[in-house]
Each structure stands twice: as C-alpha cells, then as structure tokens.
C-alpha cells in the first residue's frame, strides 16, 4: 500500500468497501494492510474513508507452512501460548495474524481454538467488542453486537428490537443470546496455544481478509484503533486480529 499514489489508496479502500457492501450489504469500518505494509499517509486516507487500520503485535507465520513445515508453525501457535501464560498479554492484550488460505492455515485454527479457548478468558471476539463497539457498521439501524462486557459475561449475540413501519425493511436479527458459560466469564479465546486459562487473561482472535485481486484487505467485523492494538480492561488478554466477514475481495 505505501507504493501506491494517493488516488491508488483511495481506490483500493473505496472499492472494496463498495464490493463488500454490494455482497453483504454493510459498509465496514476497519481494515487489514497487506503485509502490514502501512505508514501514515496511508492510514490518512483510510481514515478519511473513516476505515480504521487494524494491525497485528504477533504472526503465526502460517501462511509459510508448505515451505516451513506443519512443526514449525505449530511451534509459532505454542510460542504465544507461552506467552500469555507469562502474562504478557495482561495489560494490552495481544493481536494474532491467521490466513484463511487454504486446508493448511484453515486446519491449523481448527487444531488449535479447544487449546485456545480453554487458555484464554473471552473467546474468540471480534473487534469491535474489544473496542465496545455494538454498531460496527454504518448501518448501525440494522445490526446489533453484544459490548464487551456483554460479550466477557457469555452474551455472543443480540437482538434487535421488533420492525416497526419505519423500519419494516431492515434486517431483523433472531433474538438469540448464546451464553457460552453458565459460569464466570469463560475461559475461552481464540488463537493460540493450551492451558489452562491465565487469571484475567482475555482473548480476542480471528483470521485475516486477503484482497484477491485487490492491495486492500478489508474486514468486515468491527473497527480497531487506528495503526495500533485494541486496548483492553487492565488485567485483559486479547488475541485479537481481523474476523474477516467477507473472505476475498474482489
């Protein structure tokens, strides 16, 4: 993206915004540069399309294991467990880049969200509860998310209220809150390594968009602090990295 003029940024944003939209109907507010290939000028534009930059503090690598090995990456999965046993991830939580490639990185999540979920506090979250965001989306009318703490107490999803005539042809949502534990907030997160849960310790996961076609990568989950790491409640862990929505752009 850096190599890019401006009006090249621009239309690499502004597109894929538009192509998620026309399939999914929600104009998102966040994004993942390729690469992490982003400086200023670029998160200047990104921002002006009021796209927050969602950026990553720990990579799996797993985009490299057909050349690596599975070991290798897996090694890289129990390196951030072991990190967040040391309490690294305590105070500012921690964001994890995964690919949805292929059989590869897509079996190594499903291999890893039981340790995932048993170390870490909080699942596998989306964005914008690690920000409290509820409305994500410019089209805050139609869609409704749990806020953190809703989200930390075991609500996974929201419902809106019923249509009125005003609002006839929204999306309505079923009205299902999925508590995930009967207990205290659970020991679930998302993205690396097994154990058992570190005290305070909240995780916040998910994998990455790649524009297919396209430099920009965009999400279409939640909204992220711009160039910088969701910050969590002190004594939180978050594992956190772009849920992407809308897999490839076009």
């Not at 993206?1 to 597109?15: I, K």
């Not at 994004?31 to 990104?46: K, M, S, T």
């Not at 967040?84 to 949805?100: C, D, K, P, W």
Request: aromatic share 8%; net charge neutral.
């Amino acid at each position: 993206m850096t190599g890019l003029t401006n009006e090249e940024v621009f239309s690499e944003l502004y597109f894929s915004k538009k192509a998620i939209k026309e399939v999914l109907g929600v104009t998102v507010r966040c994004w993942r540069p390729p690469y992490g290939d982003v400086d200023n000028r670029v998160r200047y534009i990104a921002d002006k399309l009021d796209m927050r930059t969602v950026v990553w503090n720990q990579d799996t690598d797993d985009w490299n294991w057909s050349n690596v090995g599975m070991a290798a990456i897996r090694q890289n999965y129990q390196t951030i467990f072991n990190r967040q046993s040391a309490g690294n991830f305590n105070h500012s939580g921690t964001i994890v880049l995964t690919h949805e490639l292929d059989n590869g990185t897509m079996s190594l999540v499903q291999e890893y969200l039981p340790q995932i979920q048993q170390q870490f506090v909080g699942g596998v979250m989306p964005v914008a509860m690690c920000l409290n965001n509820s409305r994500p989306y410019i089209e805050q009318e139609d869609y409704l998310y749990p806020n953190y703490e809703q989200w930390m107490s075991g609500t996974t999803s929201m419902s809106l209220a019923a249509p009125t005539a005003a609002s006839i042809a929204s999306l309505a949502l079923s009205p299902t809150s999925v508590p995930t534990s009967s207990a205290a907030p659970s020991s679930a997160t998302a993205a690396a390594s097994g154990g058992a849960a570190s005290s305070g310790a909240r995780a916040v996961v998910s994998t990455s968009s790649r524009a297919s076609g396209s430099h920009a990568s965009s999400t279409a989950s939640a909204t992220h602090k711009s160039g910088a790491r969701a910050r969590l409640a002190a004594g939180s862990t978050a594992i956190v990295a772009t849920i992407a929505v809308a897999a490839y752009l076009f």
